[in-house]
């Protein structure tokens, strides 16, 4: 096996990587029923942006569980800190989604860049405190 090669697979198989790859699951269950809910649909905004959210935890703390931390710790211990997280940043993404809507950002928009700001502190506060 080449040095690239090993390089490769020791990236494909750290925690950070696989965090960014569910995080991009996540992403894409998120935004797409917000769009779904708030584009198609026509629900309103706070609520569209709660539920898609929460969609995408769930599909987040699934695949983070299993394949990005391959943790086997109590699942009820992971849940309940994993839930704690889920509430913070449910509550920071419908406000700061509510205030950059607010200042003309497109809701989309707004929320991608919301995402990419929590899921740099996500990952540390998953890797150092739920899935351990």
């Known amino acids: 096996m080449t040095a690239v090669s090993e390089s490769v697979l020791r990236i494909t198989k750290s925690s950070g990587f696989r965090f960014l790859i569910v995080g991009g ?3 894409v269950v998120d935004a797409g029923l917000l769009w779904i809910l708030h584009g198609v649909l026509g ?3 706070s ?4 539920l898609a959210f929460l969609a995408g ?4 703390f699934g695949l983070n569980r299993q394949w990005a931390f391959a943790s086997t710790g109590r699942l009820r211990h ?3 800190k994993y839930l704690a997280l889920v509430a913070v940043n449910l509550l920071i993404t419908v406000l700061l989604v509510k205030a950059l809507t607010a200042l003309g950002v497109m809701y989309l928009i707004a929320k991608v860049f919301t995402t990419a700001i929590l899921s740099t502190v996500n990952y ?3 890797r150092r405190w739920i899935f351990i």
């Open 47 to 50: 609520p569209a942006t709660a």
């Open 124 to 126: 540390f506060i998953s």
């Open 25 to 27: 699951t996540s992403v």
């Open 43 to 45: 629900m309103w905004l």
């Open 78 to 80: 992971q849940l309940a």
């Open 57 to 60: 935890f769930v599909v987040n």
